[in-house]
């Protein structure tokens, strides 16, 4: 559905584009050739590029936090590149799910690593995780990424899709625990189907970018998930309630100090998770970055499920746990 959606809304960019570059040539150049056909042709192109610039200028302009400018700016520009790559040649051209995706290599240690379940955030679908399962599946971890469907619902209401995805990647790999990794809302989701579920069959929780306590990010689409990931909603407070130290213990938390969609950054912390912040990077960013990358292997192949709070070497500072505010 998403994919649909996409393709959709960069055909009417792209028309709308040409049309501009129609009317530019029809004033300036009145003889058309070859030239002015490929002319009107990057216009449409190009109408598109802008509108993911001018998108990703408006969600930095929260994100500029204190501190040295060149992080903000790296961290706009690989936000643009995020963008472009994963917006607009992944996700719209994807045609199915590849399903469960068998590890490629052994791991270092020699011994079977965690299975992985992906979840992806709002507007996304697996295709955010493409860099991520390539890396995964060489470290010897056996992947699945989930496309929650419907778009606009209640986060609960993907908690039993996320119990079929658990009860699959079990079947397929013997194991009788999984590791669970969401990207933004995609944390959420995996809360929720905890909050269902319960922790018997998760061995990790990893998260990136998950608004734990709400965005105050303007939302421009009015859906229920889209309510519940509001600052400090009603529903995050009844979440936070429900889980138990010992599921708190479970779980890894990544943030960047630039988050662009998910701020307050440095207030996206649980008591009892361990947390560690990145910097110099955007929201969407996260899933393609190298650094990002090397954390998440480090995590699911240490043996302590918590490991309090880490340093990542690109700017990166100590945050310490604390309960949030309600």
């Known amino acids: 559905m998403l994919a649909r959606l996409l393709r959709f809304t960069y055909l009417v960019q792209f028309l709308t584009g040409s049309l501009l570059g129609v009317w530019g040539l029809a004033k300036w150049i009145p003889n058309w050739d070859a030239t002015s056909i490929a002319l ?6 190009g109408w598109i590029v802008f509108w993911q610039a001018v998108v990703i200028g408006m969600t930095m302009f929260r994100s500029r936090a204190a501190g040295p400018l060149g992080p903000w700016l790296q961290a706009m520009w690989g936000e643009f590149i995020a963008a472009l790559l994963i917006f607009g040649l992944r996700m719209p051209w994807t045609t199915s799910n590849p399903g469960i995706l068998m590890a490629t290599d052994l791991p270092p240690s020699g011994q079977n690593a965690l299975p992985v379940l992906l979840v992806h955030g709002f507007l996304s679908n697996h295709r955010v995780w493409d860099k991520v399962v390539l890396a995964l599946r060489e470290a010897g971890h056996t992947v699945l990424s989930v496309d929650l469907e419907p778009l606009f619902t209640s986060i609960d209401d993907y908690a039993p899709q ?19 990794l969401g990207h933004s809302m995609g944390g959420l989701v995996i809360r929720a189907w905890l909050r269902a579920h319960g922790a018997q069959k998760a061995a990790k929780i990893i998260t990136l970018g998950t608004p734990h306590l709400g965005t105050q ?15 400090q909603s009603a ?23 630039h988050d662009n969609i998910v701020h307050p950054q440095r207030q996206q912390v649980l008591d ?15 899933c393609l970055s190298d650094e990002v990358i090397t954390w998440l292997r480090s995590q699911l192949a240490a043996p302590d499920v918590n490991i309090n709070i880490e340093q990542n070497k690109l700017h990166s500072r100590q945050i310490p746990t604390r309960k949030p505010t309600t």
């Open 40 to 45: 009107i042709v990057f216009a449409g192109l």
């Open 162 to 180: 996320i119990e079929r995805a658990v009860a699959s990647l079990s079947a397929a790999t013997g194991a009788t625990k999984v590791a669970l």
């Open 217 to 231: 990010a303007r939302q421009w689409l009015t859906t229920p998930n889209g309510a519940q990931t509001k600052w």
């Open 235 to 257: 529903w995050l407070s009844e979440l936070t309630h429900a889980e138990a130290p010992s599921t708190r213990n479970l779980m890894q938390l990544a943030i960047t100090r």
């Open 272 to 286: 009892g998770a361990g947390v560690t912040e990145f910097s110099g990077m955007g929201h969407l960013q996260m």
